[in-house]
């Protein structure tokens, strides 16, 4: 069955500091992969996608994240976070089915520290 | 403009009333899905519809009934509701089943006492 494990559960951060967020999924086939972001009391909200192409992909607010398919990682970055940036993250996976079912990871609460 | 909209916004009800969420998407898209997200803030998926046939039905009892009128909703009608039914209920919808994004609501509380 397809999982989806995000490492760190719980970050806390000052403003600025560099921000890396670990994803990692199994399944076997080829995926579409997604980080999604929820902030407090809102809808979630795409940040980044990859489908295919250049492994390394930007997305909304700075941040991006690098496909690794060895390692079966997505983690996401960013070089400088802001208080805005505190929420819940959320790494997505989806095979390459006809289904569109996204097989979700536990999520990251991230809290940036003014 | 609200591109996928959920009603209510929160509901709380008894044990064993039937409730219905109703979801409406103005992107023009296929596909409609459920998830919910538990207290932990695990999102896991219901159910899925495209061009309003049933192509996800996980896991989840028989108590939960989507219904699909046309393309641009999708409802969840929810039978004797139980404690554990208590969770933040979100729609979306995504142009098709393959390489989309899927677009989210802005979630239904529903509370359970």
């Known amino acids: 069955a397809q999982s989806v494990s995000q490492h760190n559960h719980h970050v806390i951060l000052s403003e600025a500091a560099s921000l890396e967020l670990g994803c990692n999924y199994s399944y076997g086939g080829t995926v579409n992969l997604f980080w999604y972001v929820q902030y407090p009391g809102q809808h979630l909200q795409l940040l980044l996608k990859?489908?295919?192409?250049?492994?390394l992909v930007k997305g909304i607010k700075g941040f991006e994240a690098e496909f690794i398919k060895s390692k079966f990682s997505f983690n996401l970055r960013k070089p400088s976070v802001q208080w805005s940036d505190t929420a819940e993250y959320f790494c997505a996976v989806n095979a390459r089915s006809n289904t569109g079912k996204l097989i979700f990871g536990q999520g990251t609460t991230l809290q940036v520290k003014p | 403009d609200t591109a996928v909209s959920q009603t209510p916004k929160y509901l709380v009800t008894q044990m064993g009333n039937d409730k219905s969420i109703k979801c409406e998407q103005n992107?023009?898209?296929?596909?409609m899905y459920w998830y919910k997200q538990d207290s932990k803030k695990f999102l896991k998926i219901m159910f899925s519809?495209?061009?309003?046939?049933?192509?996800i039905n996980e896991t989840v009892p028989n108590r939960f009934s989507p219904k699909s009128p046309d393309k641009a909703h999708l409802n969840l009608h929810i039978n004797s509701l139980e404690l554990g039914d208590s969770a933040v209920y979100f729609c979306a919808s995504s142009q098709g089943t393959g390489a989309y994004e899927q677009y989210f609501g802005p979630g239904t509380r529903l509370t359970v006492t």
């Open positions: 992107l023009g898209h296929d596909t």
């Open positions: 519809y495209n061009n309003k046939e049933l192509i």
């Open positions: 990859y489908f295919s192409g250049d492994p």
